[in-house]
């Protein structure tokens, strides 16, 4: 069974910056696809960014230039830096790895920017 823990949110001031991390339960080397996505309220979740096994990225044009996803082999972490925080980027942030056809999921950190 996968374990996704999701830490880092918070409440920012537009302009600032926060780190998300998502400790996963044994290597993260063997997934797939290591994913962020995030959920408003009201609204459906969405892709953020996500990391493959050989370490491609690819993130939503929304959060381009501002956010990098990273990993941590060793630690098992997967990481988001966002940096130029606005407020439309509030929302319930969800870590996401996919192994094979099964895709696991966190329980999500909250990130709340203020104008």
């Known amino acids: 069974q996968v374990q996704l823990v999701e830490s880092g949110g918070g409440l920012v001031q537009a302009g600032g910056s926060l780190r998300l991390s998502c400790v996963a339960s044994g290597s993260i080397s063997r997934f797939n696809r290591m994913a962020w996505y995030r959920q408003a309220p009201g609204k459906q979740r969405d892709l953020v960014a996500q990391?493959?096994?050989?370490?491609?990225?690819n993130y939503a044009d929304s959060v381009k230039g501002r956010f990098t996803i990273s990993r941590d082999n060793a630690k098992s972490t997967v990481y988001l830096q966002m940096n130029s925080l606005k407020p439309e980027d509030t929302a319930v942030y969800y870590c996401?790895?996919?192994?094979?056809?099964?895709?696991?999921w966190g329980q999500g950190t909250q990130v709340t920017v203020s104008s």
């Open positions: 990391i493959t096994s050989d370490a491609s990225t």
């Open positions: 996401s790895a996919k192994l094979w056809f099964n895709d696991y």
